[in-house]
């Protein structure tokens, strides 16, 4: 999310005015292209049995298993093919309105940096790796890339409405940290698990997270962590269902009944969830 203190209010010297600037493929260094080189494979492993197989076929389809950084002209050219977005840089974080507006559009924009051989297993802002290899494969997907620009258009109309924080709970629970049930069981999709080696194991197999059918409202409501494994994952019944269910529901009475409403603590169980798993939790508890 671009929600961040970190974010400049002006685009930055050599930057156009809607924020996106050269990749500059070219000068990428051999170090870097191995960096992604190390992360794919790790991932690539990891990841059939665990991610969902609409992540699965955009990664094939969209030849991500080709060495090195993507070239974004060449990934936007087979993306535009298949859904109609495209992949564009910027310089790290933007502010909501060029976030929103860009993807409304169905222009993703990714941060062209990648990050340093030590920072491998975390790091805070998102870069090449988390961008393209974590979101790009969904936005193969013709319903999921459907979802997205819808979102870009709800964030827009968010803004106005004051209710920013809500609409990017849903981001959060489902581009970055979401679960899908599939005939074969739960799969990850989020961007933010999918990216990462440790997540990736962790949403699905660890007993500690609460795992909860998705909820709108609810997910509205709940808090999330930053900067660790997240206490709780939301489960949507399909792509299909996630689109019908944000794109039919007009947001604005949601948000004007739950903006007064106190916020869901972070890892609470509510009377109303379907629980897929209760978490014992006891992965954040050995950590604070
Ligand atoms: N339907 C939402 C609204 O009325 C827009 C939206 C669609 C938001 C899809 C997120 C995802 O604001
Ligand atoms: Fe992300």
Redesign the pocket.
Known sequence: MSNDSHVLERPPEGAAADWTIPQNWRAYTAQEHATWDTLFERQARLLPGRASQAFLRGLDALRLSESGIPNFEELSERLMKLTGWQVVAVPGLVPDDVFFDHMANRRFVAGNFIRRPDQLDYLQEPDVFHDVFGHVPMLADPVFAD?LE??G??GV??MELGALKQ?GR?YWYTVEFGLVREAEGLRIYGAGIVSSSAESRFALDDPSPNRIGFDLKRVMRTDYRIDDFQQNYFVIPSFDELLRA??E????PLYEETLPLADIPIAEILPDDDVITRGTQEYARSKS
């Open positions: 979802y819808a979102y258009r709800g109309r968010a609409l849903l944000t794109i529901t007009d947001f604005a």
